[in-house]
C-alpha cells in the first residue's frame, strides 16, 4: 500500500479499475481510520466503484460521486463533497477516474489541489484488451490521461485477465509487456491484481506486491 493520502485508479475499459480500486479501499480501510472513495468514472455506466456502494458503507468508507454519469453532459457536475476531502486531511481518498478523455478531465478540475497535497496515480492495464495488447498501446493511453488530466502516473498495475479464463501464464505475458512500457516511460510496475485462485503462485514469478482481488462489484444480471 502507498504512504500517499490520495490514490488515482485510471484504465480503460474493461481494465478492471474499478474492482481494483474497490479491492484496494476496502484494504486500506483495515489500516486506516477514515477512508473515502470517489466515483469519477462518469461515462460507463457499468463496472464502477459506486455499483458497490453498499459494501463500501457497510466497511465504514465514505463513497462520492456525480449526480448526472453517464449523461451527455459536457463534464457533469462535481459534488462539493470532493472539495472537502482535501480539506479534511483524515481521510484516505481512493479515486476511481474513467480513462476516457471525459474522466480524466473531469480529475483535471483538482489539479492544483493533486499536486500541492501529493498522490500516487496508478494505471490499470489488461493486457489481453484490444486497446492496451502491446507496449506502444500503453504508453500512448498513458500519455493521453496525463495530458487530459494534467497530472503524472506514477504507477502502472497489471491487471491482466480473461476473467474466468485467466491463467498464470495470462499474468506473466501481460508483465513482459507492461514491463516494456514500464521502462519506456520510466514509470513503475507498482502491484500485480487478479482473483486468486486464477493467479495464485504469481508471487513466485514476480516481485512486486501482490493485491488478491474478491468479487464485489455485482450488476443487476449478477
Request: aromatic residues 10%; proline residues 3%; charged residues 25%.
Amino acid at each position: 500500500m502507498t504512504d500517499k493520502r490520495i490514490s488515482i485508479f485510471t484504465g480503460h475499459f474493461g481494465s478492471g479499475k474499478s474492482e481494483v480500486s474497490v479491492n484496494f479501499a476496502i484494504k486500506l480501510s483495515q489500516l486506516k481510520n477514515k477512508v473515502a472513495v470517489v466515483d469519477l468514472d462518469i461515462v460507463n455506466p457499468y463496472f464502477r466503484a459506486v455499483d458497490a456502494k453498499k459494501l463500501l458503507l457497510d466497511n465504514n468508507i465514505k463513497v462520492v460521486s456525480p449526480m448526472y454519469a453517464n449523461t451527455n453532459v459536457d463534464v457533469p457536475a462535481l459534488p462539493p463533497e470532493i472539495n472537502s476531502l482535501f480539506e479534511d486531511r483524515s481521510y484516505n481518498v481512493v479515486f476511481d477516474v474513467g480513462g476516457d478523455d471525459l474522466g480524466a478531465r473531469a480529475l483535471a478540475r483538482y489539479n492544483e489541489e493533486l499536486l500541492n497535497e501529493g498522490y500516487e496515480m496508478y494505471l490499470v492495464v489488461n493486457t489481453k484488451r484490444q486497446d492496451t495488447n502491446t507496449d506502444s498501446k500503453i504508453i500512448q493511453m498513458a500519455k493521453e490521461i496525463e495530458y487530459a488530466s494534467k497530472l503524472k502516473i506514477s504507477g502502472f498495475i497489471n491487471n491482466t485477465n480473461l476473467l474466468k479464463n485467466t491463467t498464470i501464464d495470462d499474468i506473466i505475458s501481460g508483465h513482459k509487456i507492461i514491463k516494456e512500457a514500464s521502462k519506456k516511460l520510466g514509470v513503475p510496475i507498482s502491484f500485480v491484481s487478479g482473483f486468486y485462485d486464477y493467479i495464485k503462485g504469481i508471487e513466485d514469478f514476480t516481485e512486486n506486491e501482490i493485491l488478491f482481488l474478491n468479487k464485489y462489484i455485482k450488476l443487476p444480471w449478477d
